[in-house]
């Protein structure tokens, strides 16, 4: 998409890290935090408008035995890779539905 001249935003824990290009945003979020997943969304949306495409490629290993897998970071793993990409997407979702097509030109 950058390539392409597309906006792009790219939202993790360490945007630091992101090439620096000039259609390439960085910004800052934990994906483990559902509360300021939330306002984090809202706050996008008042500031950048609903974005045409959201891809969620969350992730983090965690690597223990079943038998031996904490009840804590199995509720850790769950919220960075489904509730909290389940929530931005929700949100987005209800702000893009209210969008008129005179809106998208």
Known sequence: ?????????????????????????????????LAAVSAWTKDFIEEHGVPDLLI?????????????????????????MLHAPAERTAQIVDDRINITTSDLS
């Open 1 to 33: 998409l950058v390539a392409e001249g597309v906006k792009t935003f790219s939202a993790s824990r360490n945007p630091g890290k992101l090439p620096d290009l000039p259609e390439l945003h960085g910004l800052r979020i934990d994906l483990t935090d």
């Open 56 to 80: 969620n490629n969350a992730g983090h290993g965690a690597f223990f035995e079943w038998d031996q897998f904490p009840v804590e970071e199995i509720a850790r793993q769950l919220d960075l």
